[in-house]
Nanobody
Framework: VQLQASGGGLVQAGGSLRLSCAAS????????MAWYRQPPGKQRELVAA????????NYADFVQGRFTISRDNARNTVYLQMNRLKPEDTAVYYC?????????WGQGTQVTVSS
């Protein structure tokens, strides 16, 4: 499984970005696709996740209604719409696909929010 993340960039505080992550290769269901982030000097942390079964979604507390995760199962793609961005959202954002075989990670995309 290969994961290709895109959509990061530099944005001012209060702005928006939409991240995309396309999975390719041997995709099996059910699976869970998620976004993580790693701020400078900190550990990687979960941002949001969505499962194929029941369209269940989960968000980290710091999202506070600002981010929305969605997925297009036909395209094996997961999105993260990020609104009202804050400087503390600055991080490398990674996508992950988890299935019965284990975890697969994308290469990460940089998000920088200026104050």
């Amino acid at each position: 499984v290969q994961l290709q993340a895109s959509g990061g960039g530099l944005v001012q505080a209060g702005g928006s970005l939409r991240l995309s992550c396309a999975a390719s290769g041997s995709i099996v269901s059910p699976n869970l696709m998620a976004w993580y982030r790693q701020p400078p000097g900190k550990q990687r942390e979960l941002v949001a996740a969505t499962a194929t079964v029941g369209s269940v979604t989960n968000y980290a507390d710091f999202v506070q209604g600002r981010f929305t995760i969605s997925r297009d199962n036909a395209r094996n793609t997961v999105y993260l719409q990020m609104n009202r961005l804050k400087p503390e959202d600055t991080a490398v954002y990674y996508c992950k696909l988890a299935d019965r075989r284990g975890n697969f990670w994308g290469q990460g995309t940089q998000v920088t929010v200026s104050s």
